[in-house]
C-alpha cells in the first residue's frame, strides 16, 4: 500500500509523536505482521503465531505469505 494513501484519522492517528495504525488500516493492508499493533483486529491465536514467527527472525511481510500460512482469515471490519 503506498504511503500517499493513507488518510490521517482513517488509517493512522498521532500519539504522543507516533504513528498509530487503525483498525481499518491492518484490514486493509491484509496480514498480521506479529508486531503487537494495538488496533490488531486479527484472532488472538492469529496473532501469537505471527508474533513468534517475527521473534524467530521470520516476519510476515506480505498478504500472500500469510495466507499461505493461515488461510483466509475473515476478520469484522
Keep these: 500500500m503506498p504511503r500517499t494513501d493513507l488518510q490521517e484519522n482513517v488509517d493512522y492517528y498521532l500519539e504522543g509523536g ?3 495504525f487503525t483498525e481499518t488500516y ?5 496480514y498480521c505482521c506479529g508486531s ?3 488496533h490488531c483486529p486479527y484472532p488472538k ?6 508474533i513468534q514467527q517475527r521473534l524467530e527472525g ?3 511481510q506480505t498478504r500472500e505469505a500469510f495466507e499461505a ?3 483466509s482469515v475473515l476478520v469484522k471490519p
Design 18 to 20: 507516533l504513528v498509530v
Design 45 to 50: 491465536e492469529i496473532q501469537a503465531q505471527a
Design 69 to 71: 500460512r493461515f488461510g
Design 26 to 30: 491492518h484490514l486493509r493492508r491484509g
Design 36 to 38: 503487537k499493533c494495538r
Design 58 to 60: 521470520r516476519p510476515i
